[in-house]
């Protein structure tokens, strides 16, 4: 298997679809940005999530949000040009696109951006136990 971990924004919102056997599947594309040569770049994937994942994914696959996927990686051909794809096996929202990020929208599970644990719930982490 071919497996990849790419973290990056979502291109526009999710599709969630259902096939003719009743399973669902979630699509959606991300754009990761990087640099090559001194100019800036962006490399697609078409993303698709199967089942539950696929469902809950729906509400973090939203234009410009930054999410991180991991599955297996793959091509299509359409019209003489290829694509990669992205049989996602996990993600991770990682906020944006409505300016929340997911900690703040979920209990704080994911990443740590903008996330507080409530009061009396520290990690048991004090100022004074901290090296630097």
């Known amino acids: ?47 698709s999530i199967w089942g539950k994942r696929g469902e809950s994914v729906m509400q973090f696959a939203k234009k410009g949000a930054k999410i991180c996927v991991t599955g297996e990686l793959g091509t299509r051909e359409y019209n003489g040009k290829t694509y990669l ?9 990682m906020g944006g696109g409505d300016g929340q990020s997911h900690s703040q929208q979920s209990g704080g599970y994911g990443n740590d951006r903008g996330y507080q644990a409530p009061a009396g719930q520290g990690h048991g982490i004090d100022d004074d136990s901290i090296p630097f």
């Open 1 to 47: 298997m071919k497996s990849i971990t790419i973290a990056g924004n979502c291109t526009k919102d999710g599709e969630l679809r259902t096939t003719q056997s009743g399973g669902k599947v979630a699509g959606f594309s991300v754009a990761v940005n990087g640099f090559a040569n001194g100019e800036k770049t962006s490399t697609f994937f078409d993303v």
């Open 85 to 93: 794809t992205v049989n996602a096996s996990d993600f991770t929202p």
